[in-house]
């Protein structure tokens, strides 16, 4: 069972940015396919960004192509993500979750093991 941890939100002025974290236990880190999602009040969980299944490749939502960057330090066993150019429309419970499986990449039901998320407000 892979334990996530997600940190790194708050509250920021449209404009600005954050760098989420995800510190993963159990299991071999440099093995985890993994993404983020987003959950808006009254929205459905929407994929933000995540790495292909043999890892060489990033994903974006069209929407924050540009200003968001996924990237990973395997030597700390950690994800992030790093967010400028904020935007209201950006204001959700951010997670973290490892792939199960080589399926879309954006679809959720492909991921097994998540987070507890993390709060990220931009006022505008």
């Known amino acids: 069972q892979v334990r996530l941890v997600e940190a790194g939100g708050g509250l920021v002025q449209a404009g600005g940015s954050l760098r989420l974290s995800c510190v993963a236990s159990?299991?071999?880190?440099?093995?985890?396919?993994m993404g983020w999602f987003r959950q808006a009040p009254g929205k459905e969980r929407e994929f933000v960004a995540g790495?292909?299944?043999?890892?060489?490749?990033?994903y974006y939502r069209d929407s924050v192509k540009g200003r968001f960057t996924i990237f990973r330090d395997n030597a700390k066993n950690r994800i992030y993500l790093q967010m400028n150019s904020l935007k209201a429309e950006d204001t959700a419970v951010y997670y973290c979750?490892?792939?199960?499986?080589?399926?879309?990449?954006?679809?959720?039901?492909?991921?097994?093991?998540w987070g507890q998320g993390t709060q990220v407000t931009v006022s505008s």
């Open positions: 979750a490892v792939r199960s499986n080589s399926g879309a990449y954006y679809a959720d039901v492909n991921y097994n093991d």
């Open positions: 159990g299991g071999t880190f440099d093995n985890y396919r």
């Open positions: 790495f292909s299944w043999n890892g060489g490749s990033t």
